[in-house]
């Protein structure tokens, strides 16, 4: 059986015809050239501790982040994703630096239906930050996979 995520992955490598090493590196330059503070940017993660957690395997209200930069949209087994969001993974949304920053301004706005029960952010710096820190607590998800 091919599990979700592997599709995902799939997908992702297909649509930008690019091997996922590539893919991988390009992501992490992308991280980097936000030029984000990951201290900072641990600060502002404590608004999405409430319902996730980057460390470990871990679902919670919302599913775990480990390896959360270059995943798939919706590529967690066993987490009960929203449709709208399970419909963007299927039309091979992966988040990176471009995908994360419009999702964490306006997350229902970004997608319609989504579940994640969350405002938004709102300061550029703010989601320029917790992307770094997300990059460097969870990794990339192509180089941890
Ligand atoms: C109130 C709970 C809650 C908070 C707070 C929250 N989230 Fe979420 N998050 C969710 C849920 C639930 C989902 C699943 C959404 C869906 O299926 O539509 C989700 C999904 C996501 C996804 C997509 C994951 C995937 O596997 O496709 C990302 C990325 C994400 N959240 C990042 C964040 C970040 C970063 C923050 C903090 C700035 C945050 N979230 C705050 C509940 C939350």
């Known amino acids: 059986m091919v599990s979700k995520l592997l599709k995902g992955a799939l997908a992702a490598a297909m ?9 991988a590196q390009d992501t992490a330059a992308e991280v980097a050239a936000l030029g984000g503070d990951a201290k900072a940017g641990k600060k502002v993660y ?10 470990k395997d871990k679902n919670r209200v919302g599913p775990h982040q480990v390896g959360i930069i270059g995943r798939p949209a919706a590529a967690i087994e066993g987490f009960k994703y929203s449709d ?6 299927e ?3 992966v988040w ?6 419009a999702y964490l ?10 579940k994640m029960a969350f405002a938004g952010l709102k300061k550029e710096d703010d989601i320029a930050n917790v992307i770094t820190y997300m990059a460097e607590e969870g990794g990339i998800f192509e180089a941890t996979n």
């Open 105 to 114: 301004a306006n997350p229902k706005g970004y997608i319609e239906g989504t």
């Open 91 to 93: 039309e091979g949304l």
């Open 15 to 23: 649509l930008s015809v690019a091997p996922v090493a590539a893919i």
């Open 84 to 89: 709208a969001m399970i419909a963007k993974g």
């Open 46 to 55: 404590r608004k999405c501790k409430a319902c996730h957690v980057i460390d």
């Open 96 to 101: 990176n630096v471009e995908t994360l920053s």
